[in-house]
């Protein structure tokens, strides 16, 4: 009996061992070119097996992504028990970012593979999406409670976008952090968290944003419609989730009216970013033409970009949907991010040396900032269920004031 059960144990063990090795390959796959562009083929060679073994861990291409997703959930879940045991908010937050960042630097150090990112979430099929979408809500709430509990409804809608854009924050921390050496880590995540802690602001500063007028010339008629409407449903929908004949349909044209305005699909996600970074910095250089403060010019921006994200018309174009394009086109458009990135830096390098924007690390500042504006787009109900001033002031406090200032209630 006991020869059988070891015999079990080690069999039940290997089962695991390559049942997480094939949720790891599947994680970089789902990574590098999104949940819908994983195939079996490839996940089986990055693990060195055949198609047929993987079917036999997972039936269906499905079932191995929302797998991995709940994978990356159940690791939220674990990080957000444990910085709840810290006793206060600011002690919390501080936690989650650490603990976040202590996972990147094992990764980095091969001690530990990535998790699957979770953009496409909305794009997987049901019941699948239902569950998986049940359980970001519960990581979702788990967040806002780092607040408390028994807030008043003011307060619980405060807390409701401060725990959005933590973990926004902490799922843009991929696309930066590496830049920095892993010894470095720790000082970076030490610079965020003074960040979320106590915002841009210096003391006395005010909220009171200049809405920055955009142009809307559309020079190819219905172009810009089409872009507007692509944008939103690749939002929605993820990249592979937004096929063209959604789009079409959602603007009740033929496909044929898509390949009149582009020639494929790649071609509109680089137009929909181009035009969504072309809003940003038009936005910024606006508000540098206008003058004022380095802060005011800050907050008139960040208002701006906000409102543009709340708006029922209009968005800006995820970064979610970048897994889906070519290697060069992305690499393009993350360019021209940290372009516009280095320009917030600025800004915030000016308001530092003229004393109207607090001490900070512009650099890590700017990276949470584009992490923020990017996600806004999510919060688009949340900010549909107030008055609209409101939401944007609750949104852009997390940021301009930090996580734990209550001036934003009003």
Not at 73 to 91: G, N
Request: contains cysteine; neutral net charge.
């Amino acid at each position: 009996m006991g020869d059988i059960t070891t015999e079990e144990t080690g069999s039940t063990r290997r089962f695991r061992e390559k049942r997480q090795a094939i949720l790891a390959a599947a994680a970089d796959a789902i990574n590098e070119q999104s949940a819908k562009g994983m195939t079996f083929a490839d996940v089986a060679r990055r693990v060195g097996l055949n198609t047929t073994s993987v079917t036999y861990y997972f039936k269906r291409k499905e079932e191995l992504a929302a797998a991995a997703f709940e994978q990356t959930l159940d690791s939220l879940m674990a990080m957000l028990d444990e910085a709840a045991r810290a006793a206060t908010p600011q002690a919390r937050v501080a936690r989650m970012v650490t603990l976040n960042v202590e996972r990147l630097m094992r990764i980095e150090r091969g001690e530990e593979r990535a998790l699957a990112v979770l953009s496409d979430l909305r794009a997987m099929d049901e019941p699948m999406r239902a569950t998986l979408m049940n359980r970001w809500r519960e990581v979702f709430r788990r967040t806002r409670a780092l607040w408390g509990s028994g807030l008043s409804r003011a307060a619980t809608d405060l807390a409701g976008a401060r725990a959005h854009v933590l973990l926004e924050n902490i799922f843009w921390l991929p696309l930066w952090l590496p830049r920095y050496e892993v010894d470095q880590y720790p000082r970076a995540a030490a610079r965020l968290t003074a960040l979320l802690r106590d915002g841009l602001a210096v003391e006395g500063a005010g909220w009171d944003p200049a809405a920055v007028a955009l142009p809307h010339d559309d020079p190819v008629p219905g172009r810009e419609a089409f872009l507007l409407a692509a944008t939103r449903l690749i939002n929605e929908l993820g990249y592979r989730g937004a096929s063209v004949q959604r789009i079409a349909s959602e603007l009740n044209v033929t496909k044929g009216s898509f390949y009149h305005h582009l020639d494929a699909k790649d071609d509109l996600v680089v137009a929909c970013y181009r035009r969504s970074f072309d809003t940003i910095a038009a936005t910024q250089r606006l508000a540098d033409e206008r003058g004022g403060s380095h802060w005011q010019r800050l907050c008139d921006t960040v208002a701006t970009l906000v409102a543009v994200q709340f708006s029922e018309r209009e968005s800006l174009l995820r970064t979610t949907a970048l897994s889906g394009l070519p290697a060069g086109e992305r690499q393009q458009m993350i360019d021209r991010s940290t372009r516009i990135a280095r320009r917030f830096a600025g800004t915030m390098m000016d308001g530092i040396a003229e004393g109207t924007v607090r001490p900070v690390d512009s650099l890590i500042a700017s990276q949470a900032l584009m992490g923020m504006l990017n996600a806004a787009f999510d919060m688009r109900k949340w900010a549909w269920s107030m008055e609209r001033d409101r939401a944007i002031r609750y949104y852009a406090s997390t940021l301009m004031f930090g996580m734990f200032d209550d001036r934003a209630l009003g």
